[in-house]
């Protein structure tokens, strides 16, 4: 993997792990590490361990000679400094950095650092998953090789557990804050976004394993850590060194919405419930500080419904307690019925705030689950917190949609997955082919959540083909008339696309066309005398608005035509198609054999 020109004996990536008391976690970690497949080295900060974690270090050190070296420091108190020693210290093209209680997918480096040597990136962002602490996530929607700051959301993860080209921290220097309790780590990733180029994201893979410390002492399970005027102090200098690099207009205010949704106007959210009257309003004032700076009519575009109400109340203590206490009200829905009404979907239950009395709307949306911007509101009829939505399924395109209800109190907009909590009675619907497409209404297996497969993208489609003739014609091709019944229907001729010939045991595929009739009929002319020899299995592919959906086609043997055998180039062609035992399916035995291949099997 290594670049044209820096040698066989090149470091991939220099992996800096930061270690401080964490000798329960440090086996896991660093074989994580070990075992990844790219020319690595580790580099390990000890910062001032004193339960055993240094001594442990230091065998693996003589273990691993080639791959492991450790630095042994005073505490320092934080991150930052270890991370930076072992800038210092690397010699990889890439250096990633991992927290010693943390550990790698055993492909990651591996998948990352391909991403990046295919891309020439600067950053490769790999999927986080979370293990008892909240992972970020709308970046890691689906892979992506080039994307720059403005046109994705990978400025919304602003931790530092990524691939970074070692020569672009070097060029510009970019180091992580020394003594500080929290954000090093985005001072240091706000810098590096501001100079990468090619920014790629492994979304298809668990990349890093984010764990929490049982006893919770972990720098980020502290409650110092989150202490709201300590952060809105931090995360002044990433903003302002984001802005002496970005220049004013739509750019910045992409990513100071970044900043504002999830650093400043986080702090009037549950931790300003939790505060008393005098520190919310040195909370309030901070903020406003803040937005005095920094708040463009461009960010007050970008930001949602009570956010904005936020940045209009700065001066109004009990309006914030008021918009606070909507935001973290739990939504309460339940899901009381669920069927077809003709091509509508019909939805009905009840949704209101805990806690909140009166609301102005109630609204079902349907989101696309790998495209967030794809969206569908549906205004309910109320009576009393009952309602009634009727989705019009033939308006959603293909893909997955999860269904949301939606209540709206005081301007604020709030959300719930619908489905987990359901009558008794309430079953999935039938599928239904609406269209040239068929939609597949299910509940989700983690959550039991009610969700909508356009195309039968993760549910299986039911339907059936099946043969009600078959013939020898000229150019010993096989004539099959067949029908196809999909969700209980004839599906719309558009749909019927061809033949697929299957062999059994190599997984080669012929395909031939196949041509639509009325009522759900098809009829195929197949060359299965000229099929390579083997046995070939047939199915029908349909387009029902997805990704090719495949049919084994039924049969009995009444219906299969008589095996055919013929001379041609002095070779005997054999092809006998065939009703599978059980289920009667169509399939075919190709065999050619030539003249010497019959007399050694008479002679036999």
């Known amino acids: 993997m290594s670049e044209t020109g820096n040698g066989d004996d090149a470091v991939d990536v220099s992996v800096v792990i930061p270690a401080h008391n964490c000798r329960a976690y440090l086996d896991r970690c660093l074989t994580s590490v070990l075992v990844q497949r790219v020319k690595k080295e580790l580099i390990v900060v000890d910062d001032g361990s004193t339960d055993g974690s240094a001594e442990l270090l230091d065998l693996y050190a003589a ?13 320092s108190g934080s991150a930052g400094r270890p ?36 891309n020439g990136s600067d950053i490769v962002l790999g999927k986080i998953v979370g293990h008892g602490r909240r992972a970020p996530a709308s970046m890691f929607q689906q892979s992506a090789e080039r994307v720059t700051i403005g046109d994705s959301n990978v400025y919304n993860s602003l931790c530092c557990f990524k691939l970074f080209r070692r020569e672009l921290l070097e060029r510009h220097r970019i180091r992580f804050g020394e003594g500080m309790l929290v954000g090093e780590d985005i001072l240091f990733t706000v810098h590096a976004y501001c100079h990468a180029g090619a920014v790629s994201v492994v979304a298809d893979y668990d990349c890093y394993h984010l764990v929490s410390r049982p006893d919770g002492s ?43 949704r999830l650093d400043v106007f986080a702090q009037l959210g549950q931790v300003f419930l939790e505060s008393d009257d005098v520190r919310r309003k040195d ?28 940045a209009a109340a700065l001066d109004d203590i009990d309006r914030l307690v008021r918009l606070a206490r909507i935001e973290n009200a739990a939504v309460r829905r339940r899901l009381t019925g669920l069927r077809w009404d003709g091509d509508s979907l019909l939805v009905t239950g009840s949704a209101g705030l ?35 939505a009727r989705v019009n399924v033939s308006a959603l395109g293909s893909g997955i949609w999860d269904l949301r209800v939606a209540v709206e109190v005081e301007g604020v907009m709030r959300l719930g997955r619908l ?19 068929v939609a597949l209404p299910y509940f989700t297996r983690d959550n039991g959540n009610l969700s909508i497969d356009v195309g039968g993208h ?31 229907a004839a599906p719309a001729a558009s749909a019927v696309k061809r033949i697929v010939w299957r062999e059994r045991r190599s997984g080669r595929e012929r395909v031939e066309r196949a041509v639509a009739l009325p009522s759900g009929g098809f009829v195929a002319r197949l060359g299965v005398g000229w099929l390579p020899p083997g046995t070939w299995d047939a199915y029908l592919e349909l387009d029902l608005g997805g990704p090719p959906a495949r049919f084994r086609i039924e049969t009995d043997a009444e219906t299969v035509a008589a095996p055919r055998r013929w001379w041609g180039a002095a070779v005997l062609r054999s092809v006998r198609p065939y009703a599978t035992s059980g289920k009667g399916r169509l399939s075919t035995v190709v065999r050619r054999l030539t003249a010497r291949m019959i007399i050694r099997r008479i002679m036999r």
């Open 63 to 75: 273990y691993h000679r080639a791959s492991v070296k450790v630095v042994h420091i005073d505490g």
């Open 419 to 437: 489905g987990a909590e359901r009558d008794s009675g309430v079953n999935r619907p039938p599928p239904r082919l609406i269209g040239a497409a």
């Open 354 to 388: 805990d806690g909140i009395g009166g609301d102005d709307g109630l609204a079902v949306v349907l989101r696309g689950r790998h495209d967030p911007a794809a969206e569908l509101v549906v205004p309910a009829e109320r009576k009393g917190n009952e309602f009634t």
């Open 283 to 310: 909370i309030a004032r901070e903020v406003a500080a803040l937005c005095d700076e920094w708040y463009t009519p461009g960010v007050h575009e970008l930001l949602n419904s009570v956010d904005r109400q936020r």
């Open 83 to 118: 991370r930076n020693i072992g800038i210092e210290h690397a010699s990889g093209r890439y250096v990633f950095f991992c927290d010693a209680d943390d550990y790698l997918g055993p492909e990651a480096l591996e998948r990352m650092v391909a991403m990046a040597d295919r």
């Open 218 to 260: 972990s720098i980020m399970q502290q409650r110092a850590s989150r202490d709201p005027l300590a952060w809105l102090a931090m995360i002044k200098a990433p903003i302002r060194l984001m802005a002496r690099h970005v220049e004013p207009g739509p750019l910045r205010d992409h990513l100071l919405r970044r900043h504002f």
């Open 458 to 488: 993760v549910v299986g489609v039911p339907g059936s083909v099946r043969l009600i003739r078959t013939r020898w014609a000229l150019g010993h091709r096989l004539i099959v008339d067949g029908e196809v019944c999909v969700a209980g």
